[in-house]
């Protein structure tokens, strides 16, 4: 067993790691979790090796608790503790369980439910929540985009098309896997980015420097392929995805909210749908984490993820229990209001 830490872990890991997750997506491959690495500076990256098998995790202190989690957790998207048999994978368990310190917690997420370390910890935890993680939508890919798409969002598309020109729009829509291209369409998607995070009423993801500076990373690190929508010259929408393999992952798409009244971002996914069925370099159209209806309209099936979280002890889970369930009330609130709302009438007050 071999554990290694520090900002050049993965570096150290090298050919070892490397190959324990060459057929592995993108996400999981040692220069996207270096960009996680590079831009999450307040975790400590920890590298645990055993023969046949590995982790590439991080860890920080949150007062007398450390927090352990799989790197890239959070903004990525899939995760992996890849094992090539059942006893390493029993080690690797093992050695991450022993490196612990006496009171911790631990997150993993987007893991394979079929991933055998997953399992193992489940076995050695016994405080621990197992539950399914965010589903990964998938088109697997015909000659015909039309086979993709009903005919009422066939209609919508041309109808959205339509309204844009009446309002006096003309759309220029360009697809570059230039890395100098796609840099300077960069100002303008992280714009639109946050414009519509800020108009769906939540944080904006760059307003968090470690989120901007690894979405930044991972655009400049990696090959990329860049779909946008310009109506008179502004950007109304965009997708950006990472070719992988004969798969295309959307990982960002965005509709600027100026724009979201002409249904300008299903223009725009509709456009990358109809691109990957006519590119001979993908046979996948992954739309990635999340289950979104707009994902689902066009999905041939639904990769299932598992999320695991444990604590060294039943007290450490406490809080976490008590965040979920002032989650689940809040959310029934919100659902309580807007059916008052939609009847008409005031919502009861306490």
């Known amino acids: 067993m071999k554990e290694l830490t520090g900002r050049d872990a993965l570096t150290r890991a090298g050919t070892r790691y490397d190959e324990l997750v060459a057929d592995e997506p993108v996400t999981c491959r040692r220069p996207w979790l270096q960009a996680w690495v590079d831009s999450y500076t307040d975790w400590e990256p920890w590298v645990v090796l055993v023969d046949g098998a590995a982790a590439a995790l991080a860890r920080r202190r949150k007062g007398p608790v450390t927090q352990v989690s799989v790197l890239g957790t959070g903004p990525s998207d899939e995760s992996r503790l890849p094992a090539t048999d059942a006893?390493?994978?029993?080690?690797?368990?093992?050695?991450?369980?022993?490196?612990?310190?006496?009171?911790?917690?631990?997150?993993?997420?987007?893991?394979p439910p079929e991933c055998p370390v997953l399992a193992e910890l489940v076995a050695r935890c016994p405080v621990h929540e197992l539950r399914p993680g965010d589903g990964l939508p998938r088109v697997d890919l015909t000659d015909d985009w039309r086979s993709h798409v009903s005919r009422n969002s066939r209609q919508a598309d041309s109808k959205a098309r339509r309204q844009l020109a009446e309002a006096g729009f003309e759309l220029t829509e360009t697809r570059t896997t230039d890395p100098a291209e796609v840099a300077a369409a960069m100002p303008d998607v992280r714009a639109v980015h946050r414009a519509r995070d800020l108009a769906?009423?939540?944080?904006?993801?760059?307003?968090?420097?470690?989120?901007?500076?690894?979405?930044a990373a991972v655009v400049a690190g990696h090959d990329v392929d860049l779909y946008q929508l310009r109506a008179n010259g502004r950007l109304a929408a965009y997708v950006l995805g990472f070719p992988d393999g004969r798969s295309l992952g959307v990982w960002d798409n965005r509709v600027n909210p100026d724009f979201q009244r002409f249904s300008?971002?299903?223009?725009?996914?509709?456009?990358?749908?109809?691109?990957?069925?006519?590119?001979?370099?993908?046979?996948?159209?992954?739309?990635?984490?999340?289950?979104?209806?707009?994902?689902?309209?066009?999905?041939?099936?639904?990769?299932?993820?598992?999320?695991?979280?444990?604590?060294?002890?039943?007290?450490?889970?406490?809080?976490?229990?008590?965040?979920?369930?002032?989650?689940?009330?809040?959310?029934?609130?919100?659902v309580a209001a807007r059916v008052f709302t939609a009847l008409g009438k005031p919502p009861p007050r306490d």
Not at 91 to 97: D, E, F, K
């Open 200 to 215: 769906m009423g939540r944080r904006a993801d760059h307003d968090d420097p470690r989120e901007a500076a690894f979405h």
């Open 87 to 111: 006893a390493a994978a029993a080690s690797l368990a093992n050695a991450i369980l022993a490196g612990l310190p006496a009171r911790w917690s631990l997150r993993a997420e987007q893991l």
């Open 264 to 334: 300008a971002g299903r223009v725009a996914n509709t456009a990358v749908l109809k691109a990957a069925v006519d590119d001979p370099d993908y046979d996948v159209l992954d739309w990635m984490r999340g289950e979104e209806a707009y994902k689902l309209s066009s999905a041939t099936r639904v990769t299932a993820t598992s999320q695991l979280r444990a604590w060294s002890s039943r007290t450490l889970r406490l809080p976490y229990d008590a965040a979920a369930r002032g989650r689940a009330l809040r959310s029934d609130s919100a």
